[in-house]
C-alpha cells in the first residue's frame, strides 16, 4: 500500500492590476483552510488509524510519498500532522519515497530543475523523518523509458508508475519489471482496478459492488497470481474523497486483519523491489495514473496549459541567476502540477476529479491568473516588463484555442 500526500500553494485572485505591484501570488487563507479542513477530516485520523494497525499487525506495512508543499504546510498550519507521520516513520514498517520537492512536470520540461527538485525533496525527507528514501515515485506517476533511465542513474532501487493497460498488454500489473532502458531498477506499476475500488468507487451506492466490505475485497486479493498486488492512491481517499460515513475508515481497519487471514502479507515498495523482474517494458510516450486516457492530457492537453507550462520554464535560467531565493521559491511553487491541472478543459467522465479542491470557476479563470502572475514574475527576474501589446496577443490566442 502506497500513498500520495500533497498539497499546493493555491494562488491568491491575483489580477492584473496587481502585476508589478504586489507579490502575493498565493492564498494563505485558503491554503491555511484547506489544510485544517484535510487534517481534521483525512491526516489526523488516518494517520492515528495506520499507527493503530501497525501496533496491532506485525506484518503491516505501508509507504508514503509527501511532497515538499505538504511538508512545508504542515509544518505551518498543522504540525501535528507532520508530528504523527513521524510517529509513523518510528516504527520502522513505513517507507519514504523521493521525488520533486514542487511535485512539478519538470521531468518533460527541464531535467536540470528535475534533478535538483529531487535533491531538495531528498534532503526534505532525510532531515523530517530520518531516512534515505530509495524509490522513486514521479509527479501523477508521469513515467516513460526516459524517467527509468533518469531514475537509475540517480541511483534509487525501483520506480513505481501507472499499470496502464495500454502499456501492459496482456501482461499482469502484479508481477515486477524493468524498463527497456534500465536494467538495474525494478519497475512497480499500480493495480488501478483494486486501487481506484476504494479511492473512487468506495461510497457509490449505484456501483455493483457495493458495499465494499473488508472481507469482500480481501476475497478479490486471495486468488490473483503475482509477486505483488500494488495499491497506490491519494492518501486524501480516507476521510476527504471517501467520507467517514461511507465506512471507508471501519473497511481500513478491518482490511488488514482479513488480509492476513486469507495468507496475503505486506511489503514496502523497497522489498517488492527485491523481486527478480518478469519481463522488459518498452514505455515511449509518457503515461500517468490520471483520468481514462493515463498520459499527461490532464496537465498539457490544450493550449493553455502548454503555453504556462513553455512561459514559466523559459524563465528558469533568469530567475535562478538572480539569486534572489524569495523570488526563486516563489518560481518553483508556480511549477507545482496543480496549477496546469486547474486549466483542464476536460469536463466528462473525468470531469469531477478535476473539480476538487479546485479554487477557480472555470479553467480560463486559472489560466488568466496563473499568466498574471508569470507576467509580474518575469518583471522581477529581467528588470523588464514584457511587451504588452505581444503579452496580449499571446493570451488572446491561447483563449481562443
Not at 494562488?11 to 489544510?35: C, E, H, P, Q, W
Amino acid at each position: 500500500m502506497y500513498f500520495q500526500v500533497h498539497q499546493p500553494f493555491r494562488l491568491a485572485n491575483y489580477t492584473v492590476f496587481d502585476i508589478g505591484k504586489s507579490r502575493d501570488y498565493f492564498d494563505t487563507k485558503k491554503n491555511d483552510d484547506i489544510m485544517r479542513k484535510v487534517a481534521q477530516k483525512c491526516y489526523r485520523p488516518t494517520n492515528n488509524t495506520m499507527l493503530h494497525l501497525l501496533h496491532k499487525h506485525p506484518e503491516f506495512k505501508i509507504a508514503y510519498s509527501i511532497t515538499g508543499t505538504a511538508l512545508e504546510q504542515f509544518e505551518q498550519y498543522a504540525p501535528e500532522v507532520l508530528d504523527s507521520f513521524k510517529d509513523l516513520a518510528d516504527t520502522g514498517r513505513v517507507e519514504f519515497l523521493s521525488e520533486t520537492y514542487y511535485h512539478s512536470l519538470s521531468f518533460l520540461h527541464n531535467k536540470e530543475e528535475f534533478r535538483d527538485q529531487v535533491a531538495k525533496h531528498y534532503r526534505a525527507i532525510k532531515k523530517n523523518f530520518g531516512v534515505r528514501p530509495q524509490v522513486f515515485r514521479n509527479t501523477e506517476l508521469i513515467f516513460n523509458n526516459a524517467l527509468a533511465k533518469e531514475v537509475q542513474d540517480m541511483g534509487y532501487k525501483a520506480v513505481i508508475a501507472e499499470g496502464a493497460d495500454h502499456v501492459l498488454g496482456w501482461r499482469s500489473p502484479n508481477f515486477v519489471y524493468r524498463a527497456k532502458t534500465a536494467d538495474k531498477i525494478a519497475l512497480l506499476l499500480k493495480n488501478y482496478k483494486l486501487s481506484d475500488d476504494i479511492a473512487f468507487r468506495f461510497g457509490n451506492k449505484g456501483w455493483a459492488a457495493w458495499p465494499m466490505t473488508a472481507p469482500k475485497f480481501a476475497d478479490w486479493v486471495a486468488p490473483i497470481m503475482g509477486d505483488t498486488v500494488n495499491l497506490f492512491m491519494d492518501y486524501e481517499t480516507f476521510g476527504e474523497h471517501q467520507w467517514a460515513d461511507t465506512g471507508i475508515f471501519h473497511f481500513l481497519k478491518a482490511m488488514p486483519k482479513e488480509l492476513i487471514k486469507r495468507g496475503i502479507g505486506f511489503q514496502t515498495p523497497s522489498e517488492a523491489a527485491r523481486h527478480a523482474p518478469k519481463d522488459e517494458l518498452d514505455i515511449h510516450a509518457p503515461i500517468s495514473w490520471a483520468d481514462v486516457e493515463r498520459d499527461t492530457s490532464a496537465w498539457l492537453g490544450n493550449r493553455m496549459q502548454t503555453s504556462a507550462a513553455e512561459q514559466i520554464y523559459s524563465l528558469r535560467d533568469e530567475v535562478l541567476a538572480s539569486g534572489d531565493e524569495q523570488l526563486i521559491t516563489d518560481w518553483r511553487k508556480l511549477t507545482t502540477s496543480d496549477h496546469f491541472y486547474y486549466m483542464c478543459v476536460k469536463w466528462f467522465a473525468d470531469g469531477d476529479v478535476h473539480k476538487y479542491f479546485n479554487p477557480y470557476d472555470s479553467p480560463y479563470d486559472a489560466f488568466i491568473t496563473y499568466m498574471n502572475v508569470v507576467r509580474d514574475v518575469h518583471m522581477r527576474a529581467t528588470g523588464k516588463q514584457p511587451d504588452t501589446d505581444k503579452w496580449t496577443g499571446m493570451v488572446s490566442q491561447w483563449m481562443r484555442a
